[in-house]
């Protein structure tokens, strides 16, 4: 017996060391891209498929939940007009409207979601989708916001200072494209901080069974609430930097179907892997587009093709399919599964609506 938990800590301590190495190792070829891709389109290509990946992992870490949400782009597009407004009437700095937009977003989440995570279910959904309809039309609406000819003139970041390192100016791809890589760390490090504690555990739980992790002594509203105010702010923080980034925003961007892609990043990648599924999934699906070079017109078609080729051939999604090893199953096993799944939220939503009453 002693032998047998010496051999599983071992392996264990293997596994970890083996993570770390390759952490490390990716870190190094991340850092060291734009030395060896002089190209500032394929830089820019590097700063959208980590932005997306993150708005992808806001999906899955709502997922794991039990929620389903369309209004990721909502909130990335609170960000994006919170600090650009801060930046062009209030002639704040990147570095302040950055903190300050992603924080907004939290607040207009926790009173938006105080009303919407309660109900959970396809009410959720709905409710959600209806929000990320509502608030395009009230950037397109309003003065305040620039109408729907959007807000131009958006500063970039002030330079910035290190020690024994020249001044850093934003006005070239490669400035941005560390600043990302930047807030993907503080992201990836925050979400796994979440999901080793107690909170990861309780949110897991969640998403199996409700009932059963009610029974257990967990809130669910509160980890739920907790889950969409996180999601919501993350999201912010990557709309402020899309606007200093591109300098201008319409509100057409942030539309419900951005929600829908990135849906499909997070799916594609695999929703079990919460961090290294949407940046791969991201990542292909962005390769993929670059080499198709498809038109407005078709790409939702394709995209929809996409799901639907997910669904019927890899439900766990790349990643599922590298981490065990196995094949794709056929076809009408996996819709069957799914259909599982859509059979188990409904019963799920059933059941909190028969509870509140």
Not at 14 to 31: C, P
Request: proline content about 5%; hydrophobic content about 55%; some cysteine.
């Amino acid at each position: 017996m002693d032998n047998l938990r010496k051999k599983c800590r071992f392996n264990r301590n293997n596994l970890r060391s083996g993570k770390l190495i390759g952490l490390f190792i990716l870190a190094i070829i991340l850092v060291l891209v734009p030395v060896v891709v002089h190209n500032p389109y394929y830089i820019h290509l590097l700063i959208m498929v980590s932005m997306n990946a993150v708005l992808a992992m806001t999906f899955i870490l709502l997922l794991r939940t039990g929620l389903i949400t369309m209004a990721i782009a909502g909130f990335w597009g609170i960000g994006a007009y919170a600090s650009a407004l801060l930046a062009v009437r209030l002639h704040l700095s990147f570095w302040l409207a950055l903190p300050a937009s992603t924080v907004i977003t939290g607040i207009i989440a926790l009173l938006l979601g105080y009303l919407l995570v309660r109900r959970g279910g396809i009410g959720f959904v709905i409710e959600t989708l209806v929000f990320a309809f509502i608030i395009v039309l009230v950037f397109g609406t309003f003065d305040v916001f620039g109408g729907y000819v959007g807000i131009y003139n958006i500063p970039r970041p002030d330079p910035i200072s290190l020690p024994f390192l020249a001044p850093i100016e934003f006005t070239s791809k490669t400035p941005y494209y560390y600043l990302m890589l930047f807030l993907v760390l503080i992201v990836v490090l925050v979400f796994s901080a979440f999901y080793t504690a107690w909170t990861g555990r309780a949110w897991r739980a969640i998403g199996l069974s409700p009932r059963l992790a009610e029974s257990l002594g967990v809130n669910i509203f509160r980890y739920r609430l907790l889950a969409f105010i996180i999601a919501a702010a993350v999201a912010g923080l990557m709309g402020s930097f899309f606007a200093h980034y591109y300098g201008a925003i319409i509100p057409s961007t942030f539309g419900p179907y951005k929600t829908l892609y990135v849906q499909v990043y997070a799916i594609l990648g695999g929703v079990n892997f919460a961090i290294l599924g949407p940046i791969i999934g991201t990542l292909l699906m962005t390769i993929a587009s670059e080499f198709l070079r498809i038109s407005k017109e078709v790409e939702p078609i394709v995209t929809s093709l996409i799901v639907i080729l997910l669904v019927m051939f890899l439900p766990d999604g790349i990643m599922g399919l590298i981490r065990r090893g196995q094949r794709p199953q056929s076809p009408a096993k996996n819709i069957t599964r799914v259909a599982g799944w859509i059979r188990a939220f409904l019963s799920t939503t059933n059941s909190d609506s028969r509870d509140r009453k």
